[in-house]
């Protein structure tokens, strides 16, 4: 747990850094919006073009993360692991199962195991769209998570946001502010 630490603050001093978003109309990525209750410290990582962190007890206990407007044929994010070629994709055409698969196939690059709980339809980013709940076990310390993503397709471009935190006490403390922040996501344009 000790390396996992301090690897996330090395992480952050050398590539990122943090600021306070909300209460309030929040952008993400200039193509979404979301109205917050309270504040969350955004992560400003380099080179994040589609994606969007944020936490408040820190990345370890939660983290809410955003995809927004992935295209068709772009990777969901890209895995350093991977030559081009290889890197898991979206496409427009997929059906929310397989998007929840693609998410499966990113988070589980770095030995993360995954388990569908439940997969329904939901109202998100201002239309239909599909929400996921679902439980993985971290690799390292071994900590179970829950977790919960919501999605949407716009014009062709996938929107998603997914939080995760330690089934025990963290996720229960923050779910509520995050179904709250989900319910007032709208994509812009």
């Not at 109205?35 to 962190?53: C, H, M, P």
């Not at 829950?146 to 779910?175: E, N, S, T």
Request: charged share 25%; with cysteine; hydrophobic share 40%.
């Amino acid at each position: 747990m000790r390396w996992l630490l301090l690897g996330s603050i090395l992480f952050l001093t050398s590539c990122a850094a943090m600021t306070k978003v909300g209460p309030g109309e929040v952008t993400i990525k200039e193509q979404m919006v979301a109205k917050l209750d309270s504040s969350w410290n955004r992560l400003e990582a380099r080179g994040a073009q589609k994606t969007e962190i944020w936490t408040t007890d820190g990345l370890p206990l939660d983290n809410l993360m955003f995809y927004v407007g992935v295209k068709d044929g772009d990777p969901l994010v890209e895995l350093q692991n991977r030559q081009e070629k290889q890197q898991p994709r979206f496409h427009a055409t997929m059906q929310p199962h397989e998007i929840v698969e693609l998410f499966d196939a990113v988070t589980a690059e770095n030995g993360t195991r995954f388990k569908l709980d439940k997969l329904s339809p939901m109202q998100f980013a201002g239309g239909n769209g599909f929400r996921f709940d679902f439980t993985q076990i971290r690799k390292g310390d071994e900590v179970e998570l829950k977790g919960v993503g919501y999605g949407a397709l716009r014009a062709g471009k996938l929107y998603l946001m997914v939080f995760r935190a330690p089934k025990i006490f963290y996720f229960g403390k923050h779910i509520e502010r995050v179904e709250a922040v989900a319910r007032s996501v709208q994509v812009r344009g």
